[in-house]
């Protein structure tokens, strides 16, 4: 097979779709349609239907070539970049035949990346490997997970003897920001389950994921002249900042927990003196403890009060997402599918949970049972990302092998 995912994947990277977080907008950077205008170009060129919206997300569809009833399935990656490192002028570097060397990268000679630092790259003796140049991160989540959707799709279409049902493709926006499925239309994507491409090293497999809610907890002091201040002044800013030093330290936080372990973070702490918010974010892949970290945080504010007679507090929770695992524990055959298809192309799956969320979450919890698969990810929204060439061929196989499982099923 002549595959076309590297020389697509290098085009992609170039093109900058950072998502902004402070924006309104959908999407939150009208940059990132310049990529749907990209794959949209060549979508046409492969015969392949597709239809856009304002948000910048593609509905790709394919025709079932067999005459069975099969399932309808779809696979799904999102065309922006996180914002934590820059994506702008991004220029990926191939370093073919890889041999276990650090790889010093040129616009930034302190970015070395080193088999002792990124352990996974003695795995790719013989592999091309693909970084930036040092002052941008690649953009490999997700366009290695674009690549690979479009790679086989344009295998399908070249070749009618793959064998499958009707397969879709959805490439959304905003991901990175946490709303890559707030347009998503489900009606239109017509599908009975589908797949996220948005997960690291090869064989990586995730069917469960945090499930995540936000607090906002505001407290009301009480304002008094400075000069004037003695025995009625009480500081909302040092309320809030008592609040905060009284968290767990040792447990529940995100420095100290790993695998399972859920966690309560403080990200934003601001105010003046009559007023101040705090912002969290709570996470845990059992969604009941989520309630359990909420009222803690109420418990540790109450008893702070308890030294500020005269002030308040309330709280805000909202929900941001929840654990897939929740919705695909009823599907069993979803996560099979995916994890037969990649024993049948001599992967072995590494079965793992997301400490985060993914559009297949979301989509989960919309009726779509949506797992997520490796697309060769590695060393996520940093200078030091990179991606072998030969993980996404992989991945272009194992979606491919879904699709001849599914026109079996």
Known sequence: MQYSVKDRFLKYVQVDTQADPMSTTFPSSAKQKNLTAILSDELTQLGISFTTNDAGYIYAEIPSNTDK?????????????????SGTDVKPILHPNYQGQDITLPDDRAIVLSPTQHPNLKNKIGHDIITASGLTLLGSDDKSGVAIIMDALYQIVKDPNIEHG???????????IGKGVANVDIDLLDSDFGYTLDSGDLGCFEDENFSANALKLTIHGVSAHP????GAMENAIKIASEIVASLPKLSITPETTEGKEGFIHPTKIQGSLETATIDFILRDFETAKLDEYANLITSIAEDVLLSYPNSSYESEVKVQYRNMKDVLVKYPHVSQI????????GIKADYGSIRGGTDGAALSHLGLPCPNLFAGEQAIHSKYEWVSVQDMEKG???VLEICRLVSKH
């Open 396 to 398: 272009v196989d194992t």
């Open 166 to 176: 009707q397969v879709k493709a959805l490439f959304t926006t905003d991901e990175e």
């Open 69 to 85: 009833p099969v399932p309808k399935i779809f696979f799904c990656a999102h065309l922006d970049t996180a914002p934590d490192c």
């Open 227 to 230: 000069g004037m201040a003695k």
């Open 338 to 345: 995916a994890l037969q298809a990649m024993e049948n192309v």
